[in-house]
C-alpha cells in the first residue's frame, strides 16, 4: 500500500463495521477511496487492527467499534502507526476513560485524532448559524430550544442505542451540543458546559437559565415522545401533522425524525431550522432540510431558504480532507462536552448534578481549534 498525497484516492481502514462503520465504509468508497475492513465477525477483510497489513501506508483509520472499545482500538491503531489520522466514533470514549484517552493522545504528538461531528460540518447549521447571526444583531437571543425525537425501540430490541453511561444524552446530546456550539459565541458556550441547568429530566430535557445565557432548553427522546410540537410542527405535511406530531407520540417503527433548532429573538421572531420536513411527503426527504424565519404566530410560515444534500457524507468527507490536511498533534476530542452529558447521564439516575469544574480546555487539546476552524472554512 502506498500512502497518498492528494485526497484523490486514500486507503482507508474502518475499524467495527456494523451499522455506522458500513454507512463509514459506503460512504469513502462512493467518494473512490480504497476501503478496507477490520472486524471480528465475519466479512471484514482482518480480525483485527494487528492484522492490517502495512499500517504504516493506511491515509486514515475510522473507529466505529462499540464506545467501551474505542480507547484500546485507538491505542492498538498509535501503537502500530504513531502518526495515524483517525476519525473516532462519538462518543470519544466512556466518561471514566477521558483521561486516559488525553493522555494517550499526548504521548503519540504526531497523530491527528478528530471525534466525528457531523452536526459541525453540516450545510444546514452553517446556514441557520449565519441566519440567526444576522437576525440576532440588534434584537438579542431569547431562547434557544433543540429537540431531537425519534422512536427507537426497534433499535433497542435489537441492542442499539444502549448507552450505561452516557444514557439518553449519550446518542442525541454530542449532535445538539453541535447545534448549540455553532449558535453561541465560543464564551457562552463555554459558559454553558460549566452551568449546572436548572432542571434535568429523564426524557431528557434539560433547562439552562444563566444571568450570561439565553434561556436554553434540550430535549431528546429515544421512545418517540415529541415535546415542542408547536415549534417544529408547521414544516410538515399536514398528515404527519396530524398522526404523529399533534398527539406527541412517533409509533414503534415509524421511521420519522423530529428535529429541530428554534431560537427565539427578543422581539418575538423565530430562526428555526427543521431536519427532513418533507418525511412521507419526498422520497429523498432526509437530504433536505429547511431554515424558517417567522414571527413565531404564523400556521404556515415560508422557507427562508432549503440545504440540500447529505449531511453525514459531506461532513465524513469533510473531515477526512481535515485529517489529511491538519498539522502534526491536532486532536479534537472536546473533554468537558462529555463530561457534560455524562453529568446529565448521572444527574437522571441519582437526583443531583456533579460539579462541573476541571481545567480541561472545551476544544482542541493543544489549543489548534481556531486553525482547524479555519481549515475547515476553507474546505
Ligand atoms: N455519529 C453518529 O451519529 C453515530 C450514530 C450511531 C452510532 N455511533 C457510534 O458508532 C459506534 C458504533 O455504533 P454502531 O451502532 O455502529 O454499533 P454496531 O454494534 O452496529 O457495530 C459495531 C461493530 O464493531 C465490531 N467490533 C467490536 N469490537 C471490535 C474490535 N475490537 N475491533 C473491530 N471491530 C469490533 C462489532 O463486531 C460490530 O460489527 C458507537 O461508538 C456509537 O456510539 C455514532
Request: with cysteine; proline share 5%.
Amino acid at each position: 500500500m502506498v500512502r497518498a498525497t492528494s485526497l484523490d484516492e486514500m486507503t482507508i481502514v474502518v475499524v467495527g463495521a456494523g451499522k455506522i462503520g458500513s454507512h463509514h465504509a459506503a460512504a469513502f468508497r462512493q467518494a473512490g477511496h480504497l476501503v478496507s475492513t477490520v472486524d471480528p465477525s465475519s466479512g471484514a477483510d482482518w480480525d483485527h487492527v494487528a492484522r492490517v497489513p502495512e499500517p504504516s501506508s493506511v491515509d486514515a483509520w475510522v473507529v466505529a467499534t462499540p464506545t467501551a472499545t474505542h480507547l484500546s482500538v485507538v491505542c492498538d491503531i498509535l501503537r502500530r502507526q504513531p502518526d495515524a489520522r483517525i476519525l473516532l466514533e462519538k462518543p470519544a470514549c466512556y466518561p471514566a476513560e477521558l483521561t486516559e484517552l488525553v493522555r494517550t493522545v499526548r504521548q503519540h504528538p504526531r497523530a491527528r485524532i478528530l471525534v466525528n461531528d457531523v452536526y459541525s460540518y453540516s450545510a444546514s447549521v452553517r446556514r441557520f448559524a449565519e441566519t440567526v447571526r444576522e437576525h440576532s444583531e440588534f434584537d438579542p437571543i431569547r431562547k434557544i430550544t433543540i429537540e431531537f425525537t425519534k422512536n427507537r425501540d426497534f433499535d433497542v430490541a435489537h441492542g442499539r442505542f444502549v448507552d450505561t453511561q452516557y444514557g439518553e444524552a449519550g446518542y442525541e446530546g454530542f449532535h445538539m451540543l453541535s447545534i448549540l456550539r455553532a449558535v453561541l459565541s465560543a464564551d457562552a458556550y463555554q459558559s454553558y458546559l460549566y452551568t449546572v441547568p436548572a432542571s434535568v429530566t429523564a426524557e431528557m430535557r434539560v433547562r439552562t437559565s444563566a444571568a450570561d445565557l439565553p434561556e436554553i432548553e434540550l430535549y431528546t427522546s429515544s421512545t418517540g415522545a415529541i415535546a415542542f410540537a408547536d415549534l417544529a410542527g408547521f414544516a410538515f405535511s399536514a398528515d404527519v401533522f396530524k398522526n404523529y406530531i399533534e398527539p406527541s407520540a412517533v409509533p414503534y417503527g415509524v421511521d420519522l425524525r423530529y428535529r429541530f433548532a428554534d431560537v427565539e429573538l427578543d422581539s418575538g421572531k423565530h430562526v428555526t431550522l427543521v431536519f427532513e420536513p418533507f418525511f412521507g411527503s419526498e422520497d429523498d426527504y432526509k437530504n433536505t432540510h429547511v431554515v424558517y424565519v417567522h414571527d413565531g404566530r404564523d400556521a404556515a410560515p415560508k422557507p427562508h431558504l432549503l440545504v440540500f444534500g447529505n449531511h453525514f457524507k459531506e461532513a465524513l468527507l469533510t473531515q477526512l480532507d481535515l485529517l489529511h490536511r491538519a498539522e502534526e498533534g491536532h486532536a479534537v476530542i472536546r473533554p468537558s462536552e462529555h463530561r457534560f452529558l455524562a453529568a446529565l447521564g448521572w444527574a437522571v439516575g441519582t437526583g443531583s448534578f456533579p460539579p462541573l469544574t476541571g481545567a480541561d480546555q472545551y476544544v482542541d487539546l493543544r489549543g489548534n481549534d481556531e486553525k482547524l476552524a479555519q481549515l475547515g472554512s476553507e474546505a
